[in-house]
């Protein structure tokens, strides 16, 4: 899969009506955070185009998630906005990829409605193969759905 732009995320996710608030560098989210899903890129907004998209969901403000397809723990300039998070810190996306983008829609379409938020997040994590580079099959058919 190819790599997204901010403006096909944004056009993707709008498309469906999810409770999305936008596109943001790491260092750029707008304040408060509000309910809802921040597709967040990890390169700082002072330095280049992005490098790779990571979701901040807020269910509120003592539970939110933090996704991250390489399965790290959100960075320091979003983890001081939040009080408590949880992350996934399985790698799901191999190295060499470039989807990124479509991990991080796919994780906003699993979570939209859904009741138990860490339950889903942990039952969205196991949809993936321990080795990653079988999650792009995976995430196709995801997509397919």
């Not at 899903?37 to 992005?50: E, K, L, R």
Request: hydrophobic fraction near 35%.
């Amino acid at each position: 899969m190819n790599e997204l732009s901010n403006k096909q995320i944004d056009d993707i996710i709008h498309e469906q009506h999810l409770k999305y608030n936008g596109c943001y560098s790491k260092d750029a989210l707008p304040l408060p955070l509000t309910y809802g899903f921040y597709v967040v890129n990890m390169q700082s907004s002072y330095a280049g185009n992005g490098t790779h998209w990571c979701v901040l969901y807020i269910n509120d403000r003592e539970n939110a998630c933090w996704w991250d397809p390489f399965g790290f723990p959100a960075p320091l300039e979003v983890e001081k906005l939040l009080k408590k998070y949880y992350y996934n810190d399985k790698d799901i996306q191999d190295i060499n990829a470039t989807s990124c983008g479509f991990f991080s829609i796919a994780f906003i379409k699993y979570m939209t409605g859904r009741k138990d938020v860490k339950k889903s997040f942990n039952d969205f994590v196991k949809l993936f193969s321990k080795n990653p580079k079988n999650n792009d099959k995976i995430l196709k058919y995801i997509f397919k759905l």
